[in-house]
């Protein structure tokens, strides 16, 4: 069988982690061929066949509009869709019903002043817009590239406010498309322009009331989506954002749910970073006030740890159990974690001497038995010598 894939990625933007660039770098050691596609701008006469194409007027026609789009976006294919829509939106490109085609204003067209940067010109276009729908640009941002529809009517309960008609003229604005139950940016550099006006103590107070207006809703929907939703959001915001005592033991159950929501759907470093986020959000002296909720994220941090062979972490998040728990049996989780993870490096003899010190505390010495106990081990390799490789 022979399989034929397709990415794409921007200049400038890949790195090690990005799974397309690595398999790139290395197609000798997987044996597949590779051919890298280079996408440039347009030049201006592929621009003039495109222009002619959208107006339907031949080439001739079209070439004093295309030459100064061409002029103003250096045919960046992206900014010449938004600019062409800008045109309209203004009346320099209109339906002449007289003449039955499309006209322009090529002086003015010419004059307008208009940025060069891509990301520049469709910040600048979102700030043309009504102050809802500006408004609503800048909330989807905080969500990422696309937004469920579910998540969007449980911020109209939540917010109790009318989300959809402003959402519905950005779609008209060729800013968000609509498909799939999902409202998406056109584009992810729309999106960046949408996010980037916010500043940064804006964003996080934009994230927090977000993830803190879906929060009752979590139990709602069986697949977890808006816990994990509302969990994220919180999550970007950060503990700064918190601005009332409790809502920090509110965020770090948030956390634990959704951790063990990820366990659930067997993704150990998804959880492991939310039982890590819940763990920050803990204030001082957590061990005293909510001893309870610190061990039960403490205790699965460290077996997400175990699970991704994080060892460092293990053995930070085993020292704080060890240091702050009430009675040595809730030590337990923890310290059979830290053997485990002694049996997994190939530290067998010390792996025994720590179940052996544990067992000891729980009152069952086995220390006598150490020659019976050695004899056992070599019986045990003796058998599992006929299948050694």
């Not at 003015?108 to 500006?134: M, N, R, W, Y």
């Not at 989807?140 to 003229?169: H, M, P, Q, W, Y």
């Not at 006030?289 to 460092?312: P, Q």
Request: glycine letters at 4%; charged letters at 25%.
């Amino acid at each position: 069988a022979k399989f034929f894939f397709l990415g794409c990625y921007r200049e400038g933007e890949t790195d090690n982690i990005n799974p397309l660039w690595k398999t790139l770098c290395n197609n000798d050691l997987v044996n597949a061929r590779s051919t890298d596609v280079k996408l440039d701008c347009m030049d201006e006469e592929t621009l003039t066949t495109m222009v002619s194409e959208t107006l339907c007027l031949l080439p001739r026609l079209t070439r004093s509009l295309s030459s100064i789009i061409y002029h103003k976006t250096k045919g960046n294919p992206l900014f010449v869709s938004q600019l062409m829509i800008s045109l309209s939106k203004d009346g320099l490109l209109r339906p002449s019903l007289s003449r039955g085609r499309w006209e322009w204003d090529k002086e003015k067209i010419s004059c307008q002043k208009l940025p060069d940067d891509v990301a520049e010109f469709l910040t600048h276009s979102i700030g043309a817009q009504p102050e809802d729908v500006k408004l609503i640009l800048c909330m989807l941002s905080c969500f990422g590239a696309s937004v469920d529809n579910a998540i969007i009517k449980t911020l109209e309960k939540a917010l109790d406010r009318n989300l959809v008609d402003s959402l519905d003229v950005a779609v008209s604005e060729g800013l968000l498309d609509k498909a799939d139950d999902q409202y998406c940016f056109s584009h992810d550099r729309i999106q960046e322009a949408a996010y980037n006006m916010m500043n940064f103590l804006d964003r996080c107070d934009f994230h927090f009331k977000y993830g803190m207006a879906l929060a009752p809703f979590t139990s709602g929907k069986e697949d977890g989506s808006i816990l994990l939703t509302a969990v994220n959001q919180l999550n970007l915001a950060g503990p700064e954002a918190v601005q009332d005592k409790s809502q920090n033991v509110t965020v770090a159950n948030l956390n634990l749910q959704a951790g063990k929501k990820a366990m659930e759907m067997s993704d150990f470093v998804l959880a492991y970073s939310y039982f890590d986020n819940g763990i920050s959000f803990l204030r001082k002296k957590h061990w005293e006030e909510h001893y309870t909720l610190s061990l039960e994220l403490f205790d699965l941090a460290a077996k997400c740890a175990l699970t991704n062979g994080d060892i460092v972490s293990l053995k930070l998040l085993s020292e704080q159990v060890i240091a702050y728990v009430r009675s040595y049996e809730d030590k337990l989780n923890v310290l059979y974690l830290v053997t485990c993870a002694l049996t997994f490096s190939s530290k067998l003899p010390e792996s025994i001497e720590k179940g052996l010190d544990i067992l000891a505390n729980l009152g069952i010495d086995l220390r006598g038995c150490r020659s019976s106990m050695e004899t056992c081990v070599q019986e045990t390799k003796d058998l599992l010598c006929p299948y050694d490789a």
